[in-house]
């Protein structure tokens, strides 16, 4: 309870600071009855996404970064000895970039991911997103931030298998006071965009790997997150599911104007970012803009 008095008096006057429109979206899903817009419950997600797009335009304007990491160093102890994986990481991502993390297998991708959504502490150094310094939040507060800020998608969907595809997708919504039937609702408006609701009602494991990720993009946009990220999404997937999931990310990017972060060491796939980042031993070899 007072971790959660404390993280409301650190975000208040920063969300404020940084965007006064933000608390309309984050009251999207707020559980809390007086600040909410009850209206949204209804809402669908396209007219979610259309209320975003004047937001995300404005932040866009301002061209602040949306994630800022500073300084980032994180070892892990590998029997006796201090490994150093990620070593004086400085990034900045801004709204509506498409940023591809490219690198060979080792190389601290997945740490560096890891850290943004706060899965990782960094050994030293700060991650910001969207102002709020998240580097010292408690796990319990780094859980309710992933679940608003990210929609996160792995390499390999990790379903609760005694749960249908709807309920799955809608499952991260169950922690909020949205009532089940709108819940759903959202869920088959995603399943539907994402061109799986016929397996709606089916189990994940009776969908093939390219429809389970689909359905696993739709879970990751349940909550409406401006910031997407992902893990080698297409590790598992031919080259024909594949292509259907990276272009999915570009409608993402291009028309949902989300953030979308993806690390990958498969450079096809370079073309559909707007900035690629290239890593080598824990290290950031350029940060070159190619719009
Ligand atoms: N929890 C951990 N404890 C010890 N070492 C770790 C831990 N997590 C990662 N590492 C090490 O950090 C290095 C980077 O791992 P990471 O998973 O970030 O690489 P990657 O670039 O994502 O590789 P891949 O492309 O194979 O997924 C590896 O050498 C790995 O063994
Ligand atoms: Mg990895």
């Given at each position: 309870?007072e971790?959660?008095?404390k993280?409301?008096?650190?975000?208040?006057?920063?969300e404020k600071?940084?965007?006064?429109?933000?608390?309309?979206k984050?009251?999207?899903?707020?559980?809390?009855?007086e600040?909410?817009e009850?209206?949204?419950?209804?809402?669908?997600?396209d007219?979610?996404?259309?209320?975003?797009?004047?937001i995300?335009?404005?932040?866009?304007?301002?061209k602040k970064p949306i994630?800022?990491?500073?300084?980032v160093?994180k070892?892990?102890?590998?029997?006796?000895e201090?490994?150093?994986?990620?070593?004086?990481?400085?990034?900045?991502?801004?709204?509506?970039?498409?940023?591809v993390?490219?690198?060979?297998?080792?190389?601290?991708?997945?740490?560096?991911?890891?850290?943004?959504?706060?899965?990782?502490k960094?050994?030293?150094?700060?991650?910001?997103?969207?102002?709020?310094?998240?580097?010292?939040?408690?796990?319990?507060q780094?859980?309710?931030?992933?679940l608003?800020?990210y929609?996160?998608?792995?390499?390999?969907?990790?379903?609760?298998?005694?749960?249908?595809?709807?309920?799955?997708?809608?499952?991260p919504?169950?922690?909020?006071?949205?009532?089940?039937?709108?819940?759903?609702?959202?869920?088959?408006?995603?399943?539907?965009?994402?061109?799986?609701d016929?397996r709606?009602?089916?189990?994940?494991?009776?969908?093939?790997?390219?429809?389970?990720?689909?359905?696993?993009?739709?879970?990751?946009l349940?909550?409406?997150?401006?910031?997407?990220?992902?893990?080698?999404?297409?590790?598992?997937?031919?080259s024909?599911?594949?292509?259907?999931?990276?272009d999915?990310?570009?409608?993402?990017?291009?028309?949902?104007?989300?953030?979308i972060?993806m690390?990958?060491h498969?450079i096809d796939y370079?073309?559909?970012?707007t900035?690629?980042?290239?890593?080598r031993?824990?290290?950031?070899?350029?940060?070159k803009?190619?719009?």
């Amino acid at each position: 309870m007072e971790e959660e008095q404390k993280a409301e008096s650190i975000e208040k006057p920063e969300e404020k600071k940084v965007l006064v429109d933000d608390t309309k979206k984050d009251n999207t899903f707020n559980s809390n009855k007086e600040e909410k817009e009850p209206s949204d419950e209804s809402k669908t997600i396209d007219e979610l996404v259309a209320k975003d797009q004047q937001i995300i335009s404005t932040d866009s304007r301002f061209k602040k970064p949306i994630i800022k990491i500073e300084g980032v160093n994180k070892s892990f102890k590998v029997g006796n000895e201090w490994v150093k994986i990620l070593k004086d990481i400085n990034l900045e991502i801004y709204p509506r970039e498409f940023v591809v993390i490219l690198g060979p297998s080792g190389c601290g991708k997945s740490t560096l991911l890891n850290t943004i959504i706060g899965l990782e502490k960094p050994s030293t150094g700060k991650v910001t997103v969207r102002g709020h310094d998240i580097t010292n939040y408690t796990l319990d507060q780094l859980s309710q931030f992933r679940l608003k800020k990210y929609g996160v998608v792995y390499q390999k969907p990790d379903w609760i298998k005694s749960l249908s595809v709807i309920e799955n997708v809608a499952l991260p919504l169950a922690i909020t006071d949205i009532p089940k039937k709108y819940r759903h609702n959202r869920a088959i408006d995603l399943l539907r965009k994402l061109k799986i609701d016929h397996r709606a009602y089916y189990a994940p494991s009776e969908l093939s790997g390219g429809q389970q990720q689909r359905a696993t993009i739709a879970r990751a946009l349940i909550n409406n997150p401006w910031i997407i990220v992902s893990d080698e999404p297409t590790g598992n997937l031919d080259s024909e599911s594949a292509a259907v999931v990276m272009d999915i990310f570009r409608g993402l990017n291009e028309d949902s104007k989300r953030t979308i972060i993806m690390v990958t060491h498969n450079i096809d796939y370079v073309h559909y970012a707007t900035r690629t980042v290239y890593m080598r031993d824990g290290e950031i070899l350029n940060k070159k803009i190619n719009i």
